[in-house]
């Protein structure tokens, strides 16, 4: 069974920086496909980056520029950077896993595993 553990949310100003985490607990996802989410509160969980084993990404267009998504299968990690922080970006981040696929899903009903998410605040 693939078990997600996300870390690295916290409290920080608008402009600064976080680099979000997910990690396998047991197992590897070499092939699988990986993705970020986020859920402010009061809202419906929102698509926020994805990256294939193959190396392709997506971004929701709020955090282009702004925001990395990357994978090191080796250590079964994949990372969010986030730069230059809102504090509209502020909310519960989810790492999302569908094993064996080679494309890019945004919608997170194509996800079959879920981290328990990790809090990022942004303050002004």
């Known amino acids: 069974q693939v078990q997600l553990v996300e870390s690295g949310g916290g409290l920080v100003q608008a402009g600064a920086s976080l680099r979000l985490s997910c990690t396998l607990s047991?197992?590897?996802?070499?092939?699988?496909?990986m993705g970020w989410f986020r859920q402010a509160p009061g809202k419906e969980r929102e698509f926020v980056a994805a990256?294939?084993?193959?190396?392709?990404?997506a971004y929701t267009d709020s955090v282009k520029g702004r925001f990395t998504i990357s994978r090191d299968n080796a250590k079964n990690t994949v990372a969010l950077q986030m730069n230059s922080l809102k504090p509209e970006d502020t909310a519960v981040y989810y790492c999302?896993?569908?094993?064996?696929?080679?494309?890019?899903?945004?919608?997170?009903?194509?996800?079959?595993?879920w981290g328990l998410g990790t809090q990022v605040t942004v303050s002004s």
């Open positions: 999302a896993a569908r094993p064996n696929y080679s494309g890019v899903y945004t919608n997170s009903r194509n996800y079959n595993y």
């Open positions: 047991r197992g590897t996802f070499s092939r699988h496909l």
């Open positions: 990256i294939s084993w193959s190396g392709s990404t």
